[in-house]
């Protein structure tokens, strides 16, 4: 599976930006599926993820309330809607796919086998 990550941008804070990840195959509907973020000399981190089976959603405690992860199954997209962003969001945001994950791993990159590009997300104060 490819995934194509887009929608990043240059935003003032509280602002908004929607990310979009595209996949290439319609398999990708059935893996769990999420969004990790990386700023500059820092590890990857979780952001959220969304289960396949009833679409339950996870998110990192530093995003709660503010971003939400949801699916377009049609378009094989996944979207992440980003609100009252904030300096600290700043990071290249990466979509990711796992076709094995289960719930404990969820916040681990290694968990997930599919990766997209990233996407630059800045966030100005």
């Known amino acids: 599976v490819q995934l194509q990550a887009s929608g990043g941008g240059l935003v003032q804070a509280g602002g908004s930006l929607r990310l979009s990840c595209a996949a290439s195959?319609?398999?990708?509907?059935?893996?769990?599926t999420g969004w990790f973020r990386q700023a500059p000399g820092k590890e990857r981190d979780f952001v959220a993820t969304?289960?396949?089976?009833?679409?339950?959603?996870y998110y990192a405690d530093s995003v709660k309330g503010r971003f939400t992860i949801s699916r377009d199954k049609g378009k094989n997209t996944l979207l992440l809607q980003m609100n009252s962003l904030k300096p600290e969001d700043t990071a290249v945001y990466y979509c990711?796919?796992?076709?094995?994950?289960?719930?404990?791993?969820?916040?681990?990159?290694?968990?997930?086998?599919?990766w997209g590009q990233g996407t630059q997300v800045t966030v100005s104060s």
């Open positions: 990711a796919a796992g076709s094995g994950t289960i719930l404990s791993q969820i916040w681990y990159a290694s968990a997930y086998n599919y």
């Open positions: 969304i289960f396949r089976n009833g679409g339950r959603t």
């Open positions: 195959e319609r398999t990708f509907n059935n893996y769990v």
